[in-house]
C-alpha cells in the first residue's frame, strides 16, 4: 500500500526471531490417511470446547499442527524434526496415524507429533526448552511493553495470558507517520499454527481487553538460527533437500529418536519386490529379516545409531535410521513431604549428550516447575529439588539433546503426602 511500510528486524537476532516462528507457522504438509487433529469453539458466555476429529487425507496443510503431546514428549521443532515429521507421514504405519493422545491425561491433545502455543513461543526465541504460558510474566529477561499507545510495539513483542495462551507479533503495518495501522500475530492454535493480522482496534479488542499483557525478550539478540532444507526462507543458502525414503520407514520417521525398554522401533516396507531387511547396529553388526505384509518390529537394547535398508539379491535401497537413547534416572525415595528435599540422581548412555534439563509434572501433566541444570549437575549426575508443596501424584523427566532434536528419560513417578 502506497505510504505504508512494514517495519524491519532490529537486529539478526530478531531477523532469526522471525524466521524460526515461520519455520513453525509455514511448514507446508500433506497427510496420506487420516490424522488426529483437535478444534476448538467458543460459546458466547466465553465457554469452551474442543473436538477431536480429523485432517483429511491428501489434503495439504500449513502450519505444524496443534496436539499438546507433553505425555510423549514428541513435540516438532523440539524433539522431533522437520524431517522425522514429514517422513512419519509418508508411512502409512507411522505413530502419526496409528496413535491419538485424545485420551490422555490433559486437553487438545490428539496428533501424536505437534506444537502448542508455548513451544512455539519458546522455539521462535530460542529458549533452552518449553516455557509454559503460567511462568511466562515471571520470566527474568523478560519486561512488559507499556500498550497505552501500539506504537510502542515492535517485532517480536510476546503477547500473553499466562492463563492459557501465548502469542508472537511478527508483523507491524505503520503509515507515513509512523502510526500503527496492522499488527500480524502468529500463534499455534487449534488445528494449526497460523498467522493473522488485526487492525489496532481488532488488535485492543481481541488482545488487550481479553486479558493479555505484552512483553518483550531482552536477549533476541543472541537468537540464532540453522537453515531447514525443508522449508527454505527468503535469505537462505541453497540447500539439498534430502529425499524422503518411499521404500521403508520406521515407524517414527526418519532419524528419530527411541527410549530403550520404552519405545519399539518398528520398520515398514512400503513398495513390492524386496526380498530381505538389513539393520545395522552402532557397532557395525547387521542382522537380515525376511520382508513380510507385516512391520517388523525390533526392541534394541544398544544405544546409539542404527541404519536399515531393504534388500533384493545385489541391489538395496537407501538407508533409513534412528537413535537408541537411555537416560536413566531414580530419585532417592518415591513419597516426600510437601517441600521436602528430593534427590535426583542420573545417566545417559550416550555420554556426549549433555542431561541439560529437568522437568516435574503433576499427575495430569501439567507442569509445576521446569528447571535448567547448572554444568556441575549435568556432569555429576545429580540434583536436588524441593518437592512440590501440595499433596499429590506427581512425575518428573530429565532432557538431553543429539542431532536427532531433544530426547527424554522414561517418567518418573513420585508422590507428595
Known sequence: MKGYSHDKPFSAG??????????????????????????????????????????????PQVGVPYSSCRTVEKYVGWNVST?????????????????????QPGTRGNCYYGSVCSMTVSYALDLPYRV???????????????TAQLENLRLCDIVVDPTHHVALIT??????????????????????????????????????????????YD?????????????????????????????????????????????????????????????????????????TEKPLRLEPSLPGTYRARVCRGESGSAFVEWCMVDIRAALNKTVFSPGEKAVLRFDNAEKGDKVFHHVINTGEFYVIRSTDLTEEESSAGVTEFAAP???????????ARNNNGIYSSRYLDFRVE
Open 14 to 59: 530478531a531477523e532469526n526471531v522471525l524466521k524460526r516462528v515461520r519455520q513453525m507457522i509455514d511448514l507446508r504438509w500433506t497427510p496420506i490417511r487420516p490424522l488426529p487433529s483437535c478444534l476448538t469453539s467458543q460459546d458466547p458466555d466465553g465457554t469452551k470446547h474442543c473436538y477431536f476429529g480429523y485432517f483429511p487425507e491428501w489434503r
Open 83 to 103: 524431517e522425522t515429521f514429514l517422513s512419519a507421514l509418508r508411512n502409512p504405519n507411522s505413530v502419526v496415524y496409528t496413535r491419538e493422545l485424545k485420551d
Open 132 to 146: 509454559v504460558c503460567k511462568d511466562w510474566p515471571s520470566l527474568p529477561d523478560l519486561h512488559p511493553v507499556d
Open 171 to 216: 508483523d507491524i503495518v505503520r503509515d507515513e507517520a509512523g502510526r500503527v495501522c496492522e499488527v500480524e500475530v502468529s500463534e499455534e492454535t487449534t488445528p494449526v499454527g497460523i498467522r493473522k493480522s488485526f487492525t489496532p482496534e481488532e488488535f485492543r479488542h481481541f488482545w488487550l481487553e481479553d486479558g493479555y499483557s505484552i512483553y518483550r
Open 219 to 291: 536477549k533476541i539478540d543472541a537468537v540464532t538460527y540453522t537453515p531447514d532444507p525443508f522449508i527454505p526462507l527468503e535469505g537462505d543458502p541453497e540447500l539439498p533437500v534430502p529425499e524422503i525414503n518411499r521404500d521403508l520407514m520406521p515407524d517414527y520417521g526418519n532419524r528419530a529418536n527411541y527410549r530403550i525398554g520404552d519405545e519399539a522401533v518398528e520398520l515398514s516396507v512400503l513398495t513390492e519386490g524386496w526380498e530381505t531387511l538389513e539393520v545395522t547396529d552402532p557397532q557395525g553388526n547387521v542382522a537380515a529379516y525376511p520382508v
Open 389 to 399: 508443596e501440595k499433596a499429590g501424584d506427581y512425575n518428573l523427566i530429565l532432557l
